[in-house]
Nanobody, 115 residues
């Protein structure tokens, strides 16, 4: 059973920055496709960013040029650097670790963007 744990959420003012971290257990971390999702109250969960085993990242249009996802395979970690945050970025952010067809979710970390 893969354990996925997020951290780094909190309250931030509009225009501010926040960095989320996620770790996934197991020696096969470098083989995993990793992604960040978010779910706002009353809305469906949506993908925010993903990073392939190669390190190449993709982003939702709504966060492109503001968010950066990266991975450190040596530490079994992925990160989501969020800049120029907007109130509409308020959500619970989930880390997702995929190996083959088996995926594992973290418990989520809440991000609130408010003045």
């Amino acid at each position: 059973q893969v354990q996925v744990v997020e951290s780094g959420g909190g309250l931030v003012q509009p225009g501010g920055s926040l960095k989320l971290s996620c770790t996934a257990s197991g020696s096969d971390f470098s083989s995993r496709h990793m992604a960040w999702y978010r779910q706002a109250p009353g809305k469906q969960r949506e993908v925010v960013a993903s990073v392939a085993r190669s390190g190449s990242a993709n982003y939702a249009d709504s966060v492109k040029d503001r968010f950066t996802m990266s991975r450190d395979n040596a530490k079994n970690m992925v990160y989501l650097q969020m800049n120029s945050l907007k109130p509409e970025d308020t959500a619970t952010y989930y880390c997702y670790a995929l190996l083959g067809i088996v995926g594992s979710w973290g418990q989520g970390t809440q991000v609130i963007v408010s003045s």
